[in-house]
């Protein structure tokens, strides 16, 4: 069972090729064995909430709340660690004001 605010291992299928590839991702909800991720990046260039190696990731990273899959638990390969309730709470208001964007 995965928890929300998890970092895991998982395969992630880009969208701009056929290409399946393990990456590092923070669990947003687990439903029915399907997990909803947003990924990480080590890419310090790209917008996102920064994720620290004080806070567990192994370089200093970025969480992508833009950047979201949906992957069958199956494709989980690893836990890694557990974001703290803080920066779940930032991610979770994140994405909200991604969708609201999106309302208009």
Request: avoid cysteine.
């Amino acid at each position: 069972m995965l928890n929300s605010g998890d970092v895991v291992l998982t395969q992630i299928q880009f969208t701009d090729t056929n290409e399946v590839k393990i990456r590092p991702a923070v669990v947003l909800f687990e439903d029915y064995d399907n997990v909803v991720v947003a990924g990480i990046t080590s890419n310090l260039n790209m917008q996102g909430i920064p994720l620290t190696k004080k806070e567990g990731a192994i370089k200093e990273s970025v969480i992508k709340v833009n950047y979201i899959f949906t992957v069958s638990s199956t494709m989980v390969s690893k836990i890694l660690f557990q974001v703290t309730s803080q920066k779940k709470k930032l991610i979770y208001s994140e994405l909200l004001k991604q969708l609201e964007k999106l309302n208009g």
